[in-house]
C-alpha cells in the first residue's frame, strides 16, 4: 500500500509551484490520538513485508495471533500514540528524499476503536539528530519531523512488525491448573534430571506419596519462568536453529496440557566471548550466563541462567530454604 501513495506524492510535489506546501490544515500533522483508552486494534505493516495486528479480547487483554504479548512493548507503544506531536516541518529540499525513504524503509500504521479507524499514518526514517521521526498522515500532503515531548529518542523501534517480538515472554503460556505432567532433563549432573505428575490438584514426583513443599514451591516458580528476548532471522545466530536442532539438547524441558498436548524446550549451551576465563584465569568453554533455547513451535529465544536457576534446580534445591 506505501508505494502507489509515495509515487502519488513524489510527483505532486514536483508539480507544485510552491514546494508542495500548499494550505496546510492542522489536521495534516496532528498525530496524538487522545483516547487511547478506546483503542481496541492496531495494524502495523512494512514492505519486507511483515505485518502484526494487535488485539484487545473481551478480557482487555492484548493478543497477537491469540498470543498474549508484552505488557511492556504495548505500554510503550501506547504512550507514544497519545503523546507524539509534530517537531518541525521538513524543508523544502528534503521532503522528496525523505518521501523516497520512507517508501523503502516506511512502516503503515492503522489504529482502530471499533470499526473506525482513527489514525492512519507512515512512519519513516529517524532525523538526522535521532530526536524524531519522519511521519505522513494518510490523505496529507506533506511528511513532517514528529517527536514525544520531553524524550530525547527516535519513535521508529516503537512500531514493531516483527511477531517475535511483540510476544510475551513467559516460558509457558498455560496457567498451571491445565498442566498435567513436567519432565526435566539435563546432560550436565550439577543440574537434576526428573518429572512431576499432577493428580487431583496436587503435584507428585513420579513414585512419591505426597507432593512436598518444594514441588509447590517449583510450579510457582515454573509459572513465573521467562525467556531474556526472542531471536529473530536477522539475528545471525538464527541461521544455526537447524545445526543446534542436530544436537543432543543441554537441558530440556516438556510439559504435558490436561488435554494431552506436549510442548517441549530445548536449550544449548553457548560459545563463551573470545579470551572469557574463569576466575582462576582458565579458558571458558561455555558462556557462564545465557543458553539458546528453541520451542517447538519453532521459536527460538535466549535463556539467561540466573533467570531460569529454580525452574533447572528443580523441587529439591527449593525445598531446603522453605521447609
Known amino acids: 500500500m506505501l508505494l502507489p501513495l509515495i509515487a502519488a506524492l513524489v510527483w ?42 494487535l488485539y484487545r479480547n473481551k478480557q482487555g487483554v492484548w ?48 489504529v482502530f476503536q471499533g470499526d473506525e479507524c482513527v489514525a492512519h499514518f507512515y512512519v519513516g526514517t529517524d532525523t538526522q539528530d535521532q530526536l524524531g521521526t519522519y511521519m505522513l498522515k494518510k490523505g496529507a ?17 516503537r512500531f514493531i512488525t516483527v511477531e517475535e517480538l511483540w510476544y510475551d515472554r513467559q516460558l509457558i503460556e498455560a496457567s498451571p491448573a491445565q498442566w498435567a505432567r513436567i519432565e526435566v532433563k539435563c546432560e550436565d549432573p550439577a543440574w537434576p534430571s526428573f518429572s512431576l505428575q499432577q493428580k487431583a490438584g496436587i503435584w507428585k514426583p513420579n513414585g512419591d506419596e505426597a507432593g512436598t513443599n518444594g514441588t509447590k514451591a517449583y ?29 543432543t539438547p543441554y537441558w530440556q524441558l516438556k510439559w504435558t496440557l490436561e488435554d494431552s498436548t506436549s510442548h517441549e524446550l530445548k536449550a544449548y549451551r553457548i560459545k563463551p566471548a573470545e579470551d572469557a ?19 517447538d513451535d519453532g521459536r527460538m529465544v535466549l535463556l539467561q541462567f540466573y533467570g531460569m536457576r529454580h525452574v533447572m534446580g528443580g523441587p529439591d534445591a527449593l525445598s531446603i530454604s522453605i521447609e
Do not use: C
Open 219 to 247: 510450579i510457582a516458580q515454573l509459572a513465573q519462568a521467562k525467556y531474556e528476548g526472542a531471536i529473530v532471522e536477522s539475528d545471525g545466530i538464527y541461521s544455526r536453529k537447524d545445526s543446534l536442532l542436530a544436537l
Open 12 to 53: 505532486w510535489l514536483n508539480q507544485t509551484d510552491d514546494g508542495g506546501m500548499g494550505e496546510l490544515s492542522e489536521e495534516s500533522y496532528a498525530f496524538g490520538i487522545e483516547d487511547t483508552a478506546s483503542v481496541d486494534r492496531i495494524v502495523i505493516s512494512n514492505k519486507v513485508p511483515q505485518r502484526v495486528k
Open 277 to 295: 576465563a574463569d576466575a582462576q584465569g582458565n579458558p571458558l568453554r561455555y558462556d557462564p550466563d545465557r543458553m539458546h533455547g528453541i520451542l
Open 63 to 110: 493478543q497477537l495471533n491469540g498470543r498474549p504479548i508484552r505488557k511492556d512493548a504495548m505500554e510503550v507503544l501506547m504512550e507514544t500514540l497519545k503523546r507524539m506531536t509534530m517537531r518541525n516541518f521538513v524543508p523544502e529540499n528534503s521532503r522528496e528524499e525523505i518521501i523516497r525513504r520512507m517508501a523503502t524503509y516506511g512502516k503503515e500504521v492503522e
Open 141 to 157: 500532503a506533506l511528511p513532517f519531523a514528529v517527536h514525544i515531548p520531553g524524550f530525547n529518542g527516535y519513535l521508529s523501534s
